[in-house]
């Protein structure tokens, strides 16, 4: 008997649904519009820096699996170049 | 006698289907949010690309995003996000198997408010994460 591909699709269909029903309103609130009008989230919750790691001071996390170590730089919004810890 | 005029049988028009029924057009409506959904998913991804295309090309996201016309889709996706998360539970009962606890079925609205509840909390854990992480 051949197998049926539906339940494949039907599962894709209801895990996007049930994520999309659980995170959206809060992703769409904080991503399309708090982030942009910098509403109750500050000014620059969205930044370049902010966006490359999610560390909540602006430190960009930076891990070398290969090594075994995780690096921290500091974040400033010149040119200069990063510090390293 | 033709053989084509004699056989015409009627076939009801299915022009605007959806609008004959209230109970039509609050499927189409349940229906329609996937749009919205796939509307924030084609705007998160393109923040993706263009984060990794480097700062200038994620700044110009970030300047998209704040554009008028952005702020008012979002507004709609955010309606569109309440509308589906909100009929998603109000029809789980109808599209999950059946549930038996202690040989009698689980009612429909338990299940319902077990989803609601979860998509609450779940918004408010986002919430919280997005103003741990402020700015």
Request: aromatic share 10%; no cysteine; net charge positive.
């Amino acid at each position: 008997m051949k197998r049926s591909n539906a339940p494949i699709f039907w599962l894709l269909f209801g895990a996007g649904g049930m994520l999309s029903a659980l995170l959206g309103t809060a992703l769409v609130l904080v991503t399309g519009l708090l982030a942009p009008l910098g509403w109750v989230l500050g000014p620059a919750w969205m930044d370049y820096p902010r966006a490359l790691a999610f560390a909540p001071d602006g430190t960009l996390l930076v891990a070398e699996a290969g090594r075994g170590e995780v690096r921290r730089f500091a974040i400033e919004r010149s040119a200069a170049p990063a510090a390293r810890e | 006698m033709s053989g084509k005029a004699a056989r015409r049988p009627y076939v009801r028009p299915m022009a605007g289907w959806w609008r004959r029924d209230p109970f039509f057009v609050r499927y189409m409506v349940r229906e329609a949010t996937a749009l919205a959904v796939l509307a924030y998913a084609v705007v998160l991804a393109l923040g993706v690309v263009r984060l990794a295309q480097g700062e200038t090309a994620w700044n110009g996201w970030l300047q998209a995003l704040r554009s008028p016309a952005s702020l008012l889709l979002h507004a709609v996706l955010l309606v569109s996000m309440v509308v589906h998360g909100h009929s998603w539970f109000e029809i789980m009962p109808k599209t999950m198997p059946m549930i038996f606890v202690g040989g009698r079925r689980l009612a429909a609205t338990t299940i319902q408010r077990v989803g609601w509840g979860a998509a609450v909390v779940v918004t408010v854990v986002v919430f919280a994460a997005a103003l741990w992480a402020r700015a």
